[in-house]
């Protein structure tokens, strides 16, 4: 609901020629609630923070739900997750505050009303009394004859003797944009100069439905128009629409923001990326244990803005790094390139970045108790020890890409202990030999440890196979996985000497109970 006074100030501003008065850099990212974000989106809403940031200026978020029929429930609230999730601050939008409200666009329907009665005043829009029957009769005529369908502009031509008699039989209608031939090229600040006459090849289009819900060209432009919005980035596949959108400035007499139209982002070998791919939302990537940063900077390497980078050798910057260098000048102006295995890399950046900070550190190892725990539900011997995970976690480091790989049952037996072993092979005394000779080698990796077990096996007259076995045993309580010596390298030394006195232990007190 709307105060009087807010009607009045709204008024005034629908009449004003500029935009509301803002000398700072003003963006918005607009999504409409009829899904999850993917990549495209935080591309998007990603290029937007960056330049507001670089600039000094405001980042909007603004909810696009003048479709009814497809909204999602929770997506709204999804989607501010994942932004802030990725580092994405929003300064105005739902539930963050802001002067220029509601920044949902189904709770400004009144202002909408406004703007179309102005259009209609002025000549520039009209009602369209038009059925849905006729429309599809178009569409089947234009197809027949191998034409792109468009509206045929029927009811601007009405007179108003049958004007007023659909009005007085109540005819349904909806309001169409009148469109001109004299558009003016488009000066995109990443394309650069663009011209598209639309009025040669499109219809009217509508701009307020019957059930008075305004269209997306109606709305993002009194929108933007109010808000104050100073640059409009967005998908290059509304580039053809900002024709449209710039003619409808003129028919308010308002200056539009500057546009600037961001190239698609596609796969490595340059087939569009699909939504229906299903492993491009932001929710997957956070599923799978991809930290926000390197998911930033894998979508920075493929669509440009920032002084040239070698692709040899990753790099991970922060969001205030990021944003410190981003010059939208430098926004590639072809399809964005992804490349799947710099997003590994970078995580795995990432993950040594963590672990060279204390407390990020600390998060890392509670993060991987939970991912265990969660992975291994059933278990009551779960070795969560925090040294134990610091030393994993170092080791992974070098290794793998994401935390969610150590919870893989081939790595089973760096959380699992063995329950019960069978120490059958070597006597208790060989056994604390064994142990001594462990704790005093300072070189715990795997060639070395697997000559020490053999020489080992040879002087205790064991048969190496069958040592192997126990030692698996004692140490996983697994029968398959690594190598014995590759796991004792991958447990560490410490954990190792452990987990062989936990089953010598056990194993003295099952005979004591014999």
């Not at 468009?150 to 039989?169: A, G, I, M, S, W």
């Not at 070998?269 to 998911?295: E, H, M, N, V």
């Not at 995970?389 to 049952?409: F, P």
Request: charged share 25%.
């Amino acid at each position: 609901m709307f105060s009087l006074r807010r009607v009045m100030t709204l008024r005034q501003c629908f009449r004003s020629t500029h935009r509301l008065c803002h000398s700072e850099v003003r963006v918005r990212f607009a999504p409409s609630p009829t899904g999850y974000l993917h990549l495209g989106g935080l591309r998007t809403a990603l290029y937007n923070y960056l330049f507001a940031r670089h600039s000094g200026g405001k980042f909007l978020l603004r909810i696009e739900d003048t479709d009814q029929t497809r909204l999602v429930p929770g997506a709204t609230e999804r989607l501010i997750e994942d932004l802030l999730w990725a580092g994405i601050e929003i300064d105005e939008g739902p539930g963050f505050g802001g002067a220029h409200g509601p920044y949902i666009q189904s709770q400004r329907r009144e202002l909408y009303s406004q703007a179309v009665e102005r259009l209609l005043e002025n000549g520039s829009a009209y009602r369209c009394f038009c059925t849905e029957r006729r429309l599809d009769l178009l569409r089947k005529d234009a197809l027949r004859t191998r034409q792109v369908p468009r509206y045929d502009n029927k009811c601007r031509h009405l007179t108003p003797e049958q004007l007023q008699q659909h009005l007085d039989k109540g005819t349904p209608y909806c309001i169409r944009f009148k469109l001109t031939s004299h558009e003016e090229p488009l000066q995109d600040l990443i394309y650069g100069s663009v011209q598209h006459n639309v009025s040669e090849t499109e219809g009217d289009p509508v701009i307020m439905k019957s059930d008075l819900y305004p269209t997306y060209h109606l709305a993002n432009v009194v929108d933007d128009h109010l808000m104050g919005i100073t640059h409009v980035l967005r998908g290059v596949e509304w580039q053809i629409s900002t024709t449209k959108h710039l003619l409808l400035y003129k028919a308010f007499d308002w200056q539009p923001p500057q546009f600037g139209h961001l190239p698609l982002l596609v796969n490595a070998d340059g087939s569009k990326l699909s939504k229906r791919q299903g492993d491009i939302g932001i929710k997957q990537f956070r599923d799978r244990g991809y930290f926000p940063t390197a998911l930033l900077n894998y979508i920075i390497s493929a669509g440009g803005g920032f002084e040239h980078r070698s692709h040899s050798k990753p790099q991970l910057y922060s969001m205030q790094s990021l944003a410190e260098q981003f010059v939208l000048e430098r926004v590639n102006a072809h399809p964005s390139r992804l490349n799947a295995e710099l997003l590994n890399d970078y995580n795995q950046l990432e993950l040594k970045a963590r672990l060279a900070d204390p407390l990020k550190r600390q998060q890392l190892v509670a993060h991987v108790q939970q991912l265990i725990q969660e992975a291994y539900p059933d278990h009551s011997h779960l070795d969560l020890a925090e040294a134990h995970i610091e030393a994993v976690l170092h080791w992974s480091a070098q290794r793998l890409n994401l935390l969610q790989d150590l919870t893989s049952s081939k790595l089973s037996f760096l959380w699992v202990k063995p329950a019960q072993v069978v120490l059958k092979e070597l006597s208790p005394a060989q056994w604390q030999q064994l142990l001594r000779q462990l704790q005093a080698e300072s070189n715990f990796r795997k060639d070395q440890l697997n000559e020490i077990l053999k020489s080992f096996a040879k002087a205790a007259s064991i048969k190496f196979p069958a040592l192997m076995k126990t030692l698996r045993g004692a140490l996983s309580g697994l029968q398959e996985g690594p190598g014995v010596a590759e796991m004792m390298e991958i447990l560490g030394k410490d954990v190792v000497l452990q987990r062989l006195q936990e089953s010598l232990d056990k194993e003295k007190q099952l005979q004591l109970q014999q």
